[in-house]
C-alpha cells in the first residue's frame, strides 16, 4: 500500500511521546500517573521508567498496525479503504499519544483534568472510527470481526454501515459524560457494552436473516 503524508503524519505522532519523554526524563517526578478509574481519578502511580516504557507504546502500535496489511489474505481489501485505514490509525495512534503526553505533563507539575481530557479523546476516537466504518471492506485484522461478519461480505457491510452509526453516538456520549461529573465514565462504558452487544447481535441476526439453517 502506498504511503502517502498521513502515514508521515501518523508517525510523528507516534515518535513524538518517547523523544519528549527521553527529553523530560531528569525533570520527571519519581511518583507518575499510569492508570486512571472509571470515575476519571488516578487509581495507580508508577515510576520514571515505566512512564519511559509506556511512550513507546504509540510507535509500538503503529508499527502492528502496519503490517497486518501485509499478512492479511484479504490485503486488496486495503487498497480500497486505504483512507478509512490511514484515519483510523491516525485516531488510535493520536489518542494513545495524547494520554501518554497528559501523564507527562501531570508528572511535571501541570494540572491536567483527566476528567475532561479523557472524555474528549475517547469523544473524538469514536466518531473518528464511526465516520469511516462504513468504508472499511472485508478482511480479517481490520474492523468489526465477528463470526458472521468474517463469514459473509454481505454482513461485514452491513454491520459496519450500523456500527459507524453507533460509534458516533458512543462518541457524543463521551463529550456529554463532561457534564455529569463521577458517573461521566460509567456512563460512556455503559453506552459502550450496549453499543458494541447491538452491533454483535445485528451482525449475528442480518447472517441468520441471510443465510438460514436447512
Known sequence: MKKGKLFFMTLIIALIPLLVNVFAFPHM???????????????????????????????????????????????????????????????????????????????????????????????????????????????????IRTPWTLASEHVWKKTHRLGGYVFVLIGFVSFISIFVNSVGMVIFFGALVVGTMVVILYSYIIYKKNFPQK
Not at 507527562?104 to 494540572?111: A, I
Open 29 to 143: 517526578s519519581d511518583r507518575i500517573p499510569v492508570h486512571w478509574g472509571i470515575n476519571g481519578k488516578v487509581d495507580r502511580y508508577g515510576s520514571k521508567m515505566e512512564q519511559l516504557m509506556m511512550s513507546t507504546l504509540p510507535i509500538i502500535i503503529f508499527a502492528v498496525i502496519n503490517f497486518l496489511p501485509a499478512i492479511d489474505p484479504k490485503r486488496e481489501s486495503y487498497k480500497k479503504h486505504a483512507k478509512a485505514f490511514g484515519m483510523i490509525n491516525f485516531g488510535i495512534i493520536l489518542f494513545i499519544s495524547c494520554i501518554n503526553m497528559a501523564a507527562l505533563f501531570s508528572s511535571l507539575g501541570f494540572d491536567v483534568p483527566a476528567e475532561k481530557v479523557l472524555p474528549i479523546l475517547l469523544g473524538i476516537l469514536f466518531i473518528v472510527l464511526g465516520n469511516y466504518m462504513s468504508q472499511i471492506r472485508h478482511n480479517y485484522f481490520f474492523g
